[in-house]
């Protein structure tokens, strides 16, 4: 895992997903709750195994470029130390996922090959 780029605000839907382990599930339920009541934005369940590409547990949220600085400014200082994946929601998956996405702490390694 290496640090990547961080989210920049220049498409018109987004998606995060916060991504976590049995270890931290408690602190990443509290963590999307807190983002369901501060932001009104649609979150996901809390998935306890690896959805899609995604190789850990994850919670996804759905939120719009109006959204994007506040939210993640809020979400950069309070993940503690689990990553999320910031990414477009352009309708490509594959570029979504990979030119279009960005990280808040250590990248992990996307499982690409459903979008091939």
């Known amino acids: 895992?290496?640090?990547?780029?961080?989210?920049?605000?220049?498409?018109?839907?987004y998606h995060a997903h916060v991504y976590f382990d049995a270890d931290?599930?408690?602190?990443a339920t509290s963590?999307?709750?807190?983002?369901?009541a501060l932001f009104s934005l649609e979150v996901g369940r809390i998935h306890q195994k690896p959805v899609g590409?995604?190789?850990?547990?994850?919670?996804?949220?759905?939120?719009t470029d109006a959204d994007f600085d506040?939210?993640?400014?809020?979400?950069e200082q309070?993940?503690?130390?689990?990553s999320v994946l910031v990414h477009a929601d352009t309708g490509d998956?594959?570029?979504?996922?990979?030119?279009?996405?960005?990280w808040l702490g250590e990248s992990e390694e996307l499982d690409l090959r459903m979008f091939s």
């Open 1 to 13: 895992m290496t640090t990547a780029r961080k989210p920049v605000n220049q498409h018109d839907a």
């Open 24 to 27: 931290t599930l408690m602190f």
């Open 31 to 36: 963590l999307c709750q807190r983002i369901a």
């Open 53 to 63: 590409p995604h190789p850990q547990w994850s919670c996804q949220i759905k939120f």
């Open 70 to 75: 506040r939210f993640i400014h809020w979400l």
């Open 78 to 82: 309070n993940r503690g130390d689990l």
């Open 93 to 102: 998956d594959l570029a979504d996922h990979t030119t279009h996405a960005y």
